[in-house]
């Protein structure tokens, strides 16, 4: 495999160079009756699960056939998505916010065949390439971070427990049965790459052991002034530390019990490890939301302090999750969201009727606002 | 056959929703074979080796990367992530793994031309694995070489007019919803703001000079599709001050049981017949409608926009005509304060696309001016406010406070008053005092 | 200021400090030229496209320092 230069020369890096350009400008990707009908759509209807109508002043209509997607995705799977949309969109896609990709058509002849040609393209393995879902009230796509499969500090793989939650969730992903829509996300640590903490239910990566220290390597690999100023909680000190053989060397210390497992750490030093196959697992939390629909934006709050990871296929969570969506589908009122729900009954209810455990790990105790969580009045319930 | 036995991972390969391990195989069964010839600049057996260290981190319950800072293309401090392999012996074809992160376009349009290119130059010179999309919206490419990272900026800025996003210190690629592309309730026109501020911050982009990260993200309507209100530094929600546009036809339609409510949403299950005093006027949170005689009537100066009757009734209802956006400031998710919403600042700005939207650029510029001099090393806009306070915000914009910053006056009397605001001001002559007053 | 005056400051600034640490933030850099950030950040800019500072980024922040000094380099196997 010999190097190809495209031109660029390393001795004048500037030379040519062209920067600052941004990206391409989206009318270049509109579809004909996007063009045309911007700001005159009317209202829009949903056909049937993953399937979409909207209605233009112009009387145009254009149909969106809303299909899931693994946000991890390989070429030739983007080039099949370029085929099926040259076949029935005249090249036209587009993205959603949670990777979900959507076929656009305006032509109404040829939405059945889309759809039907959509639900016969399976992987060798025998999963959908492109199960058409993800509307109305219910599970659409789960929005999610890289895992194992690209990041330095996860505490548990992103793809994998997706893959394995959205197998549990997949006819609430075909279906519109549920009070209102459900919003799952997973981060793969707390530093939350994928913001989760607005979630009807987020799943989280979370380690559980402070780093250890490589005293060996820890000053030829790293600036310790730069390891001490990456940690949030202070918790981290130089420290010289006398090997076996009687030599001194530079290193740090870290006081364990203000460590907030984080990783940052080892983000600026690799000598200071902290993953860890017992350590490292999950923190379910449920009942965010964004919209501003009825009831204000909500942070998501912690149901269980802790499941193992579990691989490959996490049961115990996905366990908890379809619990937790259960009891809601059968107890919630219609349009109310997790959160909301959870609030009606009393969080009291929502432990006793998802049959979660709580234990003092679900006390808040974490900085000021910890204060505000905890009941301050004498109405509860037995 | 594949170069690693992927036991655990093969069980991710059953079950409906689309598999990422059949993908990643089928990958990599396509490089083995290459049957266009393509003069693979990074190892042909990538995408088994990132099989083999996904397996083995299935089986040993870690990670197996680390982190690199330095990488990136010239002159950028940001949009490239280094990544490396911690066992590069047993898996070289993926020794080193970086990132790129592409500009997406505003609003997630494609063309299968583009993406067809986009491919094609991926397979060239990376994994030809991606993310559509990353969590701040844009395209991932994952996985190449160093030598490679100059090539493929060089091939996207000259062949594909493309940039780069951005990562760090920067602001971060903005991202936005369909808006008024494709849906009824988008205030403003989220892409074309998107897209314009994306092109007059490219500097701001690309070369950290920033505490920490910025985000702007775009929202439509208060439905909040992008999540802005909860992720992004600066908030732009689409809103309207008028009143929300009523056809009774459609109301009685919906009534009637000849529209279906919900634009078909809630199709899924037998919730009985649609009951308007119920499901509209009852769950409305500011109780500002009333349905009477077979008309709908809403108080709009009581109304607070929440959207729940126009999602219940997208035919009859519609937002008012005189539109703008809320900017609201200071979201993050995680550390070190914990999460924060975002809090609102400008109640209503007008969203000018024939200015250039001046009247934004100015809230944007001061609030970066006093974020850039006053927040610590890694402090988001969101910390700062806490620490300085939202009156010190307000007063960085030169905006009038007004009730509807706050969701409840504060509940302490502890004002720190400023001496210009004390009649006489604080320098008093304390034997004058004492004439009135014996020691 | 001109550009040559704030380049030595810089170098300098960065140098007396290079035997503990490599890695600077940007807001290091205008304290050192007790400049504002905008000011400050066009001759820093200067500096990297002249190839004397590069960047350092954790993916979350981003720290600049005298290309080539310190120990990041042979830790990521890019020397």
């Known amino acids: 495999m010999a190097f190809i230069s495209t031109g660029y020369d390393p001795k004048q890096p500037m030379k040519d160079r062209i920067t600052d350009i941004g990206p391409r400008h989206f009318e270049e990707f509109y579809p004909p009756v996007v063009k045309k009908n911007k700001g005159k759509w009317l ?122 939650a959205m197998d549990v969730l997949f006819d609430d992903f075909q279906n519109m049965r549920l009070p209102a829509h459900v919003r799952v996300s997973l981060a793969c640590c707390l530093n939350m790459c994928g913001a989760v903490h607005c979630s009807d239910i987020a799943i989280l990566g979370y380690h559980r052991k402070p780093p250890m220290v490589d005293n060996e390597y820890l000053d030829k690999m790293c600036e310790i002034p730069l390891a001490i100023a990456a940690c949030p909680t202070s918790a981290i000190k130089p420290k010289k530390v006398t090997m076996e053989d009687g030599t001194e060397v530079k290193s740090v210390e870290v006081n364990r019990e203000r460590c907030m497992f984080c990783g940052n750490c080892y983000t600026m030093c690799p000598s200071l490890p902290l993953a860890d196959k017992e350590g490292d697992g999950i923190v379910i939390m449920v009942g965010g939301k964004v919209s501003n629909r009825i009831s204000s934006p909500k942070f998501s709050k912690v149901a269980v302090a802790f499941i193992p990871n579990e691989a490959p296929r996490w049961p115990t969570m996905t366990d908890v999750i379809k619990k937790i969506l259960e009891v809601y589908a059968a107890d919630a009122r219609k349009y109310e969201r997790l959160g909301e729900w959870a609030e009606r009954i009393g969080w009291e209810r929502f432990f006793e009727k998802c049959d979660l455990e709580f234990s003092h790990h679900l006390i808040d105790d974490f900085r000021d606002p910890a204060y505000y969580t905890w009941r301050q009045t004498s109405n509860f319930k037995f | 056959m594949a170069k690693h036995d992927t036991p655990l991972l093969d069980q991710l390969e059953s079950g409906p929703w689309p598999s990422f391990v059949s993908d990643l195989k089928q990958e990599a069964e396509v490089r083995a074979k290459n049957e266009k010839n393509v003069e693979y600049q990074i190892p042909q057996d990538v995408v088994e080796d990132l099989l083999g260290v996904l397996e083995l981190s299935f089986k040993d319950g870690t990670t197996h990367w680390k982190h690199g800072g330095i990488v990136g293309v010239f002159g950028y401090g940001g949009g490239v992530i280094g990544r490396y392999c911690d066992q590069p012996q047993q898996f070289p074809g993926v020794a080193h793994f970086h990132t790129m992160r592409v500009n997406q376009p505003a609003g997630k349009f494609y063309t299968s031309d583009y993406l067809r290119k986009l491919c094609d130059l991926w397979e060239f010179r990376g994994s030809g694995l991606t993310n559509m999309h990353g969590s701040t919206g844009d395209i991932v490419l994952l996985g190449t070489t160093t030598p490679q990272l100059e090539e493929i900026f060089y091939e996207l800025t000259h062949d594909f007019n493309q940039d780069l996003g951005g990562s760090g210190s920067n602001l971060r690629t903005p991202s936005d919803c369909v808006g008024q592309a494709r849906c009824e309730y988008a205030c403003y026109d989220t892409q074309d703001l998107c897209h314009h501020l994306t092109n007059e911050y490219q500097d701001e982009l690309h070369r950290p000079a920033f505490p920490y990260k910025f985000k702007f993200k775009f929202d439509g309507c208060p439905n909040c599709c992008v999540a802005s209100i909860a992720r992004s530094d600066l908030s732009f929600i689409g809103t309207w001050k008028d009143d929300i546009r009523i056809d009774q036809d459609a109301v009685k339609g919906y009534v009637d049981g000849n529209l279906k409510p919900n634009g078909g949403a809630h199709a899924g299950r037998d919730w009985g017949p649609f009951d308007i005093v119920k499901e509209v006027v009852g769950l409305c949170p500011t109780e500002c409608m009333r349905y009477e005689n077979g008309k709908l009537e809403i108080n709009n100066r009581e109304c607070t926009r929440c959207m729940h009757c126009i999602n219940v009734m997208p035919r009859a209802l519609r937002p008012g005509k005189v539109k703008g956006c809320s900017l609201l400031a200071g979201a993050k998710a995680p550390i070190v304060d914990g999460a924060q919403m975002a809090s609102l600042i400008v109640p209503f700005i007008e969203v000018n696309k024939e200015d250039g939207y001046q009247a934004i650029k100015d809230v944007i510029e001061k609030i970066w001016d006093w974020w850039m001099e006053e927040g610590k090393n890694r402090e988001r806009l969101g910390e700062l406010m806490k620490r300085q306070g939202l009156q010190k915000l307000i007063e960085v914009l030169e905006i009038d406070p007004v009730p509807q910053h706050v969701q409840e006056p504060r509940h302490n009397p502890y004002i720190f008053w400023k001496e210009e605001e004390v009649t006489g001001g604080w320098d008093r002559d304390v034997n004058e005092f004492r004439k009135h007053h014996q020691r | 200021m001109e550009y040559e005056e704030a380049k030595q400051l810089i170098i300098d600034g960065l140098t007396k400090k290079s035997k503990s640490k490599s890695k600077f933030y940007f807001s290091d850099l205008a304290k050192i030229l007790d400049m504002k950030p905008r000011a400050a950040k066009k001759f820093v800019n200067q500096m990297v496209t002249e190839e004397i500072l590069e960047f350092w980024s954790s993916g979350s922040t981003s720290m600049y320092g005298l290309k080539g000094m310190g120990k990041q380099a042979a830790a990521e196997h890019e020397d």
Not at chain 1, 79 to 87: G, L, P, V, W
Not at chain 1, 126 to 151: D, E, L, R
Request: proline share 4%; with cysteine; glycine share 10%.
């Open chain 1, 43 to 164: 209202y829009h209807e949903i056909l049937k699960p993953g399937v979409l109508v909207h209605v233009s002043e112009t009387g145009d209509e254009l149909y969106t056939v809303r299909v899931g997607g693994a946000r991890l995705m390989s070429v030739t799977h983007i080039r099949e998505i370029c085929e099926i949309a040259d076949k029935y969109c005249d090249g036209h896609l587009r993205f959603t916010t949670r990777n979900n990709i959507e076929f656009l058509v305006s032509d109404k002849s040829r939405l059945e065949p889309l759809i039907e040609d959509l639900n016969t393209r399976k992987f060798d393995g025998g999963s959908f390439k492109f199960p058409v879902g993800g509307t109305g009230a219910g599970v659409t796509n789960i929005v999610h971070t890289q895992g194992w499969v690209h990041c330095h500090t996860p505490a548990t793989d992103a793809s994998g427990p997706v893959k394995a």
